[in-house]
């Protein structure tokens, strides 16, 4: 006698109709969906204001490690010349990772989060005129809950290449070696017969001022700024 197989579609469909019917299944799914699309349209909106109001999350619940002082974010945006600014001014796009993530936490806390923020360098910002984004949330008190992080990874070597901008010592820093480097690929032979140092004060101080006044030129013209203050600074050229 030959058995006959089992089709595991049939039995599971077996299984549903046994607890409920067709149409009540679509109905609850509906439903489901329709607030599902609601939760997701309220999460944007969120993103896309600029509320600034502490979120009420059940500390107990909250990750440590995922916990930063505002002092720890001003550091790390000057040290790299990053922005930290609210969601609204961001143009890149926000992954729907990100949003589940902020899903998650809302179900998780039973609250709605406000007052988002981000950590990303100037360009992926819409800053109004005068690699690695960051997504927090204020907890209360200066600190701030780190949501979801995405994108690649900021160059190995950006600390360093943004370091002349961190702040007036450094620039200057940078402006004086930059200076004796091209004194010295400079032939004396062109000036003076002479091998004196003095000479080489003179043409040395001439390049610097000519560096200086370049770099100068530069900044104001491009409405550059050291990155203690652009770190929170929603403006193009502040």
């Known amino acids: 006698m030959m058995l006959k197989t089992t089709n595991i579609e049939e039995k599971l469909q077996s299984y549903r109709n046994k607890t409920s019917n067709e149409e009540n299944i679509l109905l609850q ?12 349209a309220q999460i944007k909106s969120n993103l896309a204001a600029t509320t600034k109001k502490n979120n009420a999350f059940k500390i107990d619940l909250l990750d ?7 002092s720890q ?23 729907q990772e990100a949003i589940s993530a902020i899903k998650e936490l809302e179900k998780l806390h039973q609250t709605t989060i406000n007052g988002h923020q981000i950590i990303a360098p100037s360009k992926l910002f819409k800053l109004e005129n005068a690699d690695d984004p960051l997504l927090f949330a204020p907890i209360g008190n200066d ?5 979801y992080k995405w994108g690649n990874d900021l160059h190995p070597l950006r600390k360093l290449a943004v370091m002349p901008f961190k702040n007036l010592f450094n620039l200057i820093i ?5 200076s004796f480097v091209v004194a010295k690929l400079i032939p004396m032979e062109l000036f003076t ?19 200086a006044s370049i770099t100068l030129f530069y900044g104001v013209a491009l409405g550059k700024n050291f990155n203690n203050v652009i770190w929170k600074n929603k403006y193009f050229n502040a």
């Open 29 to 40: 799914v509906h439903s489901i969906l329709q607030k599902d699309a609601t939760h997701i």
């Open 64 to 70: 440590a490690n995922k916990v930063y002082h505002i």
């Open 73 to 95: 974010i001003k550091k790390i945006c000057i040290d790299y010349r990053l922005r930290f600014l609210s969601s609204k001014y961001f143009k890149g796009q926000i992954p």
């Open 143 to 147: 600190y701030y809950y780190l949501i």
């Open 174 to 178: 940078l402006i004086l070696g930059l």
């Open 193 to 211: 017969r002479e091998k004196s140092s003095v000479y080489f004060l003179v043409l040395y101080f001439f390049i610097f001022k000519m560096i």
